[in-house]
């Protein structure tokens, strides 16, 4: 005898809160701020294009992986917000 559908339970991950989303925003900016912040210390001149690229990537991956359950598309979006702001950030800094 097998299990109609409508028998079985289907579980689906919930997508995250727009708090939660905010919050993983921040907690990425202030993650690659701190990294810009420590490259600085170490060393590495503002003019260094690692310190330009390094931060927006550090926060984009923080926003990517941090949205478990999201759709791909709109993690990606977030991503891409994510490091355009901090690339703005870090070349005017």
């Known amino acids: 005898m097998t299990a109609s559908p409508d028998d079985q339970q289907v579980t689906r991950a919930r997508p995250p809160s ?6 993983l925003t921040l907690v990425a900016f202030v993650v690659a ?20 690229l390094v931060t ?11 949205l478990a359950g999201y759709t791909t598309v709109g993690r990606l979006r977030l ?9 703005v950030f870090s070349g005017a800094s």
């Not at 701020?33 to 310190?51: E, K, Q």
């Not at 927006?56 to 941090?66: E, S, T, Y």
């Open 18 to 23: 727009a708090a939660r989303i905010v919050a």
């Open 33 to 52: 701020i701190a990294v810009h912040t420590l490259l600085g210390v170490v060393g590495v001149g503002a003019d260094n294009a690692s310190r330009l």
């Open 56 to 66: 927006p990537v550090i926060g984009a991956l923080i926003a990517f992986f941090g």
């Open 79 to 87: 991503a891409a917000m994510v490091g355009i702001l901090l690339l």
